[in-house]
């Protein structure tokens, strides 16, 4: 929209700040967390990392097979 350049720097120096979407853990699960930590009830499972699946359209078996992968491990 090209309406304020300023909010539009800062934001994006921000999203260089985050994460790369996406990272693969030791146990072949799309990560959580930014470290991988042992789990204290391994039946317990959050699914926010899991938006590129859906709503989302980042994870898909054509352009990220081994995203896909990773995220029908969990739950497996």
Do not use: C
Not at 28 to 37: A, N, P, T
Not at 55 to 75: C, D, F, R, V, Y
Request: aromatic residues 8%; charged residues 30%.
């Amino acid at each position: 929209m090209n309406v304020d350049a300023d909010f539009r720097a800062e934001l994006t120096e921000k999203l260089k700040q985050l994460p790369p979407p996406g990272r693969i853990a030791s146990d072949g699960r799309i990560m959580e967390w930014l470290e991988e930590y042992k789990e204290t009830d391994p039946q317990h499972r959050h699914i926010s990392h899991l938006w590129g699946l859906y709503p989302g359209s980042s994870i898909t078996t054509s352009k990220t097979p081994q995203l896909m992968e990773a995220a029908k491990k969990h739950w497996r």
